[in-house]
C-alpha cells in the first residue's frame, strides 16, 4: 500500500507541557489512538465499502459532520491499518489548497510530481489526474474539508464529475474511489444532481459527540496522558470539561480544553477548578477569534441578544432583535442591513458554535430565539471591548461603556405593554 499525505498539519504548541512528566504527544491534535471510540460503525461501514481489501473497486462516499466528530480521525485510523498493496491512496486536505484548482493540483503532482499548467478550469485538471492514475491500482482520492474550495453554488462541484465518472470518456481501465469530507453537513444538498447520483447511497454523517462520549475520549487521554507518573485527577473536573464541549459535541475542543486544564494544574492533580479555568479562558479566545471576523452590524445584535438572555421569551425573538438594531442605527445615523440579511449572519455564525438558535413553538410562524452559549459576564466583556475599539461604534460609548446601546435596551426591557401581536398566536393566550 502507497499512502500519500501531500501537506502536514503544524505541530500543536504545547504551551509549556513539555515540562511536565505527562505524555505530551497523547495531548496533541495529531495523535492517532489505537482505537476511535463511538465511531465503530463508521468504521464498518467505510472498510465494507471503501477499504475492504478485496479485489473488487472500491466505491467512492461523502462523509459530513460538524468539526470535532471523529471524520478526519477514521480516516486517518483505516488508511495507518490498510494492507492492501494494490491500494494507492492519496489525501490531501483542502482546507490548507485554499482553492479547487491547487487542490485538483497537489492530487497530480502527487501522482506524477511536479505540477500542472492549465490556467483557472478545475474541470481540465480533474481529466488529467484520471489520466495519470495507475491502473494496476485500487486509488482512492481523500479530499478532506472540501467545503473549503465548494460550496454547492454555480455547479462549481461538476469539476468532480471526471473523478466519479472516469469511465464515461476518459478512460475505461482505471479504479477510483472520492472520498470527500466536509463539516458543512448542508453541502450535499447543494450539490449537482449529477455529482449526488454519483455517490448513491454512500453518504455517510458523523454525529456530535454527547456529553458522556466526550468523558469517556476525555478518560482514554488523560490515563494515556499521566501514565506510569505520579499525576492523579478529579472525576469532576474531567465531567466539567465534557459538559463544557458537549453543546458543540467537539471532541478536538474536548481535547485542547484538558490540555489548557493540564496547563493551570498544580501539585501533580487536575481538579475541577482547573477544569473551570481552561473552560473560561478557551471560552474567551475561541469568542475573540470570531468577534474579529464579524461585521460593525453583527456586533450590535450580538449585544442585544446577550442583554436580552434571562427575559422571557417573547422579548428573545429575533425580530425584537432586530428592532433595537434599528433604534441603534437610527441614533448612529447608519444605514440598516435587511432583515434577512442580519438573520443570514446570526445563522453563519451559529455555525462556530458561539450562539445557538430555536424556535418557540407556541408563537405565530414559530419565530427564533437566539442565545450565547457562553456565560453573560464573558460576552459582556468582550462585547464591551469589541464596540469600544471599533471607529464606527465606539464614538457613542464612554471610556468603553456602551451608555446609548444600554439604555436603548433598558427601556426596550421596561416596555411591559410590548405589541406581540404578530407574533403570539392569539389561540394559545399566550402574553
Same mark, same amino acid.
Given at each position: 500500500?502507497?499512502?500519500?499525505?501531500?501537506?502536514?498539519?503544524?505541530?500543536?504548541?504545547?504551551?509549556?507541557?513539555?515540562?511536565?512528566?505527562?505524555?505530551?504527544?497523547?495531548?496533541?491534535?495529531? #495523535?492517532?489512538?489505537?482505537?476511535?471510540?463511538?465511531?465503530?460503525?463508521?468504521?464498518?461501514?467505510?472498510?465494507? #465499502?471503501?477499504?475492504?481489501?478485496?479485489?473488487?473497486?472500491?466505491?467512492?462516499?461523502?462523509?459530513?459532520?460538524?468539526?470535532?466528530?471523529?471524520?478526519?480521525?477514521?480516516?486517518?485510523?483505516?488508511?495507518?491499518?490498510?494492507? $492492501?498493496?494494490?491500494?494507492?491512496?492519496?489525501?490531501?486536505?483542502?482546507?490548507?489548497?485554499?482553492?479547487?484548482?491547487?487542490?485538483? $493540483?497537489?492530487?497530480?503532482?502527487?501522482?506524477?510530481?511536479?505540477? =500542472?499548467?492549465?490556467?483557472?478550469?478545475?474541470?481540465?485538471?480533474?481529466?488529467?489526474?484520471?489520466?495519470?492514475?495507475?491502473?494496476?491500482?485500487?486509488?482512492?482520492? +481523500?479530499?478532506?474539508?472540501?467545503?473549503?474550495?465548494?460550496?454547492?453554488?454555480?455547479?462549481?462541484?461538476?469539476?468532480?464529475?471526471?473523478?466519479?465518472?472516469?469511465?464515461?470518456?476518459?478512460?475505461?481501465?482505471?479504479?477510483?474511489?472520492?472520498?470527500?469530507?466536509?463539516?458543512?453537513?448542508?453541502?450535499?444538498?447543494?450539490?449537482?444532481?449529477?455529482?449526488?447520483?454519483?455517490?448513491?447511497?454512500?453518504?455517510?454523517?458523523?454525529?456530535?459527540? $454527547?456529553?458522556?462520549?466526550?468523558?469517556?475520549? /476525555?478518560?482514554?487521554?488523560?490515563? =494515556?496522558? +499521566?501514565?506510569?507518573?505520579?499525576?492523579?485527577?478529579?472525576?469532576?473536573?474531567?465531567?466539567? /470539561?465534557?459538559?463544557?464541549?458537549?453543546?458543540?459535541?467537539?471532541?478536538? #475542543?474536548?481535547?485542547?480544553?484538558?490540555?489548557?486544564?493540564?496547563?493551570?494544574?498544580?501539585? $501533580?492533580?487536575?481538579?475541577?477548578?482547573?477544569?473551570?479555568?481552561?473552560?473560561?479562558?478557551?471560552?474567551?479566545?475561541?469568542?475573540?477569534?470570531?468577534?474579529?471576523?464579524?461585521?460593525?452590524?453583527?456586533?450590535?445584535?450580538? *449585544?442585544?441578544?446577550?442583554?436580552?438572555?434571562?427575559?422571557?421569551?417573547?422579548?428573545?425573538?429575533?425580530?425584537?432583535?432586530?428592532? =433595537?438594531?434599528?433604534?441603534?442605527?437610527?441614533?448612529? *445615523?447608519?444605514?440598516?442591513?435587511?432583515?434577512?440579511?442580519?438573520?443570514?449572519?446570526?445563522?453563519?455564525?451559529?455555525?462556530?458554535?458561539?450562539?445557538?438558535?430555536?424556535?418557540?413553538? #407556541?408563537?405565530?410562524?414559530?419565530?427564533?430565539? *437566539?442565545? *450565547?452559549?457562553?456565560?453573560?459576564?464573558?460576552?459582556?466583556?468582550?462585547?464591551?471591548?469589541?464596540?469600544?475599539?471599533?471607529?464606527?461604534?465606539?464614538?457613542?460609548?464612554?471610556?468603553?461603556?456602551?451608555?446609548?446601546? +444600554?439604555?436603548?435596551?433598558?427601556?426596550?426591557?421596561?416596555?411591559?405593554?410590548?405589541?406581540?401581536?404578530?407574533?403570539?398566536?392569539?389561540?394559545?393566550?399566550?402574553?
Amino acid at each position: 500500500m502507497e499512502i500519500k499525505n501531500l501537506r502536514s498539519h503544524p505541530k500543536d504548541d504545547l504551551m509549556g507541557l513539555g515540562r511536565r512528566e505527562v505524555n505530551i504527544e497523547s495531548l496533541s491534535m495529531q #495523535y492517532q489512538p489505537d482505537n476511535i471510540v463511538y465511531r465503530d460503525k463508521e468504521i464498518e461501514d467505510l472498510k465494507l #465499502y471503501v477499504f475492504s481489501g478485496k479485489e473488487f473497486p472500491p466505491e467512492s462516499v461523502f462523509i459530513y459532520g460538524s468539526s470535532g466528530s471523529g471524520k478526519t480521525a477514521v480516516i486517518k485510523h483505516i488508511t495507518s491499518n490498510y494492507k $492492501n498493496k494494490k491500494a494507492n491512496i492519496i489525501y490531501v486536505n483542502a482546507g490548507e489548497c485554499r482553492s479547487i484548482v491547487q487542490t485538483l $493540483n497537489e492530487i497530480y503532482r502527487s501522482i506524477k510530481g511536479d505540477y =500542472l499548467s492549465l490556467g483557472t478550469n478545475p474541470n481540465a485538471y480533474s481529466i488529467e489526474i484520471v489520466k495519470a492514475l495507475p491502473n494496476d491500482k485500487h486509488n482512492i482520492i +481523500i479530499i478532506d474539508e472540501i467545503d473549503k474550495i465548494i460550496n454547492g453554488k454555480n455547479n462549481d462541484d461538476l469539476c468532480l464529475y471526471p473523478l466519479l465518472r472516469p469511465h464515461e470518456g476518459i478512460r475505461n481501465d482505471v479504479n477510483i474511489a472520492l472520498v470527500l469530507i466536509a463539516n458543512d453537513i448542508t453541502l450535499k444538498d447543494r450539490f449537482n444532481s449529477s455529482i449526488q447520483s454519483s455517490f448513491g447511497r454512500l453518504w455517510l454523517k458523523f454525529y456530535n459527540y $454527547n456529553e458522556e462520549e466526550l468523558y469517556h475520549i /476525555l478518560l482514554d487521554r488523560i490515563k =494515556l496522558a +499521566i501514565k506510569n507518573t505520579n499525576y492523579s485527577w478529579e472525576e469532576s473536573a474531567l465531567k466539567k /470539561l465534557a459538559k463544557s464541549a458537549s453543546p458543540i459535541g467537539d471532541a478536538r #475542543y474536548a481535547i485542547d480544553l484538558l490540555k489548557l486544564a493540564f496547563i493551570n494544574s498544580k501539585n $501533580n492533580k487536575l481538579t475541577e477548578d482547573d477544569a473551570i479555568s481552561a473552560c473560561e479562558r478557551l471560552e474567551k479566545t475561541e469568542i475573540i477569534k470570531e468577534f474579529e471576523k464579524i461585521s460593525d452590524d453583527c456586533v450590535i445584535l450580538l *449585544f442585544f441578544i446577550n442583554g436580552l438572555r434571562g427575559s422571557r421569551n417573547e422579548l428573545k425573538v429575533f425580530p425584537n432583535i432586530y428592532s =433595537l438594531y434599528e433604534i441603534i442605527c437610527a441614533k448612529m *445615523f447608519r444605514r440598516t442591513i435587511s432583515y434577512q440579511h442580519a438573520l443570514n449572519i446570526l445563522e453563519t455564525l451559529e455555525k462556530t458554535g458561539i450562539i445557538s438558535s430555536s424556535e418557540i413553538p #407556541y408563537m405565530r410562524g414559530k419565530p427564533l430565539k *437566539f442565545d *450565547f452559549r457562553t456565560s453573560i459576564e464573558i460576552v459582556d466583556e468582550l462585547l464591551l471591548h469589541e464596540i469600544s475599539r471599533r471607529e464606527d461604534l465606539k464614538k457613542w460609548a464612554k471610556e468603553g461603556d456602551t451608555e446609548v446601546f +444600554i439604555e436603548t435596551l433598558n427601556a426596550f426591557k421596561k416596555q411591559t405593554k410590548l405589541d406581540m401581536s404578530d407574533y403570539i398566536d392569539k389561540k394559545t393566550g399566550v402574553t
